[in-house]
């Protein structure tokens, strides 16, 4: 009969031969980088947003009418005790107001002094791309309206134009809301 191990040998025993049967982790160089961002439509363009430019996404709030206003500014909200000013993007970029659907939600901008929200006709939640597919140049088609703000795109199944709503709250046109 063998030596009797102690319990503290056993264990040693049992990492090392754990350790010898383990797979390596893969190197950094060789883990795929991701971009990720919300993704949103309006109209028929596909837009990404990059996630650190989203504060959060809401279903369409109630929201009540401010008068003097352009027509794309939809209305103002209370989120949390904030007044949340929201804009139709649609309206803002010259395709008409969006009709009022379940889909609509408003994406939450809050950005050094400015808080508000944009109105998109659907959110189709997280998008992942993988980085080495990223092309800075424009998608075709894209909202002629819609280039100023725009990126690049990335290529999956459609053309996802990547969407900066920090660049959009920086226009001043987005800023003149007043009639």
Request: hydrophobic share 50%; net charge negative.
């Amino acid at each position: 009969m063998g030596e009797s191990l102690t319990a503290f040998e056993l264990l040693l025993d049992i990492d090392r031969r754990c350790r010898l049967l383990a797979a390596d982790l893969p190197l950094q160089e060789t883990r795929l980088q991701s971009w990720s961002g919300i993704g949103f439509r309006i109209a028929e363009q596909w837009f990404v947003a990059p996630m650190g430019e989203v504060a959060e996404v809401l279903h369409e709030p109630r929201l009540s009418r401010i008068p003097g206003v352009k027509p794309w500014v939809s209305g103002v909200a209370n989120l949390r005790g904030r007044l949340l000013p929201v804009m139709d993007l649609c309206g803002f970029f010259g395709l008409g107001l969006s009709a009022p659907r379940k889909q609509r939600r408003v994406l939450v901008l809050d950005h050094d002094e400015l808080f508000a929200g944009l109105l998109v006709d659907e959110v189709l939640g997280l998008q992942h791309f993988p980085l080495h597919s990223l092309d800075l140049s424009p998608p075709t088609p894209l909202l002629s309206a819609a280039a100023p703000f725009v990126q690049g795109h990335f290529q999956r199944e459609r053309s996802w134009a990547i969407f900066s709503p920090f660049a959009l709250a920086q226009a001043p046109g987005f800023l003149d809301v007043a009639l």
